[in-house]
């Protein structure tokens, strides 16, 4: 059963983020093979997934959510252009407010309720403790503008995207904890241009296909994709705004920590069209499991050693892997028996 967000962690300072054995049990796998390669990899978001796992709703809601939502808050107060929505994407913040909290009430009634009368709402977040009532589409009856509200009340970063001469532009977005990009530096850019420091892709055609899939989305059909990458220590906040904070972590791994310090870090992503300013709403997820709770699965252990040892040089090199990458490998042998 899913389990009541009660816990507030950090990701930070101290990192004393855990993750329950429901939270391993459920976490997003990214692995279907021995070993990895770009692709086109989306599918459709079919709701509801499976009762209690990552895909049962629209937005998951987990153990972690006011640990995430206070890492979230700690980030806008530094650095408040982290979140941002240029003018001609106010209509998609109120599309972005009615679909998070019209799904959200639905899924989770116990954590939260929402109230439609006419133009006239009525939010409850129980587990915020934030209640308000406002008009929907005036902006002036928010305590602050629609995306940071919202943003501020749902787990995973958020960009969205205005779709114009068969292109995606990030014209809006919140985001906290992204791997490795700002939403400052990639604003107003499309599609092909914001991916322009991914290797390997382009060359295969995956941005052209990817590209006419999501401009095609219609409206209600979500979907998904699920990408990776690894961090050291349980941080969210590997953004290149603080990166003079983060940077210098990898070179305090030894054989002796990397197996609590390396993270998978799995971004759950969604796609959706929003039906008034048709726009697509992206959230990118991020779940985070140590190497070793994620190693308790033996299946799940040889898997990463297979795909770690075969990762494509390109890859390990973007990722920012190349420090450590032979150390992890090294590490994960232990639990493979052909290594
Ligand atoms: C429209 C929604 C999407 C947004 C907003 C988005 C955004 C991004 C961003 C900001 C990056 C980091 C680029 C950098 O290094 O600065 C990235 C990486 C990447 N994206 Fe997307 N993306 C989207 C959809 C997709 C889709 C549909 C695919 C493929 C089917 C895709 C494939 C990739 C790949 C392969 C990487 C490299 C990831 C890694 O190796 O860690 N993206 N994306």
């Not at 990214?30 to 709703?57: A, K, W």
């Not at 009634?109 to 008009?135: A, V």
């Not at 532009?169 to 906290?176: E, I, S």
């Amino acid at each position: 059963m899913r389990i009541a967000p009660t816990k507030l962690e950090t990701f930070r300072d101290d990192f004393s983020y855990t993750n329950s054995d429901f939270a391993i049990e459920r976490f997003p796998f990214p692995f279907p093979q021995d070993d990895y390669m770009y692709s086109v990899n989306i599918e459709p978001h079919t709701l509801p997934g499976p009762v209690d796992s990552v895909y049962e709703h629209l937005i998951d809601v987990d153990e972690h959510y006011l640990s995430e939502m206070r890492e979230r808050s700690l980030v806008l107060e530094e650095m408040p252009k982290r979140c941002l929505a240029m003018p001609h994407m106010e209509l998609a913040c109120w599309d972005m407010i009615d679909r998070c909290m019209t799904t959200m009430a639905e899924d989770y009634p116990e954590w939260f309720s929402l109230t439609k009368n006419g133009d006239q709402w009525h939010w409850h977040n129980k587990l915020l403790k934030i209640e308000d009532t406002f008009t929907f589409g005036d902006s002036s009856t928010l305590p602050m503008p629609p995306m940071e509200y919202m943003g501020r009340q749902v787990q995973g970063d958020f960009a969205l995207l205005d779709q114009r001469d068969g292109d995606l532009f990030m014209d809006a977005g919140v985001v906290t904890c992204p791997a490795d990009w700002s939403i400052a530096f990639d604003a107003g850019m499309g599609f092909k241009e914001w991916h322009g420091p991914v290797p390997m892709a382009n060359e295969m055609g995956i941005f052209d296909r990817a590209l006419k899939y999501l401009c095609a989305i219609p409206v209600n059909r979500p979907v998904r994709r699920l990408n990776w990458t690894l961090t050291v220590n349980a941080r969210m906040d590997t953004s290149p705004e603080t990166y003079s904070k983060w940077g210098s972590d990898r070179t305090t791994l030894t054989p002796e920590n990397i197996g609590k310090k390396i993270y998978l870090r799995v971004e759950l992503q969604m796609m959706d069209r929003m039906p008034r300013s048709n726009a697509l709403m992206m959230s990118i997820r991020t779940y985070l499991a140590s190497m070793e709770d994620l190693c308790s699965n033996p299946e799940w252990a040889r898997r990463l050693h297979r795909v770690m040892k075969g990762l494509p040089q390109p890859l390990v090199e973007y990722k920012g892997l190349t420090r450590y990458h032979p150390m992890l490998v090294e590490w994960l042998s232990q639990f493979d028996p052909v290594n």
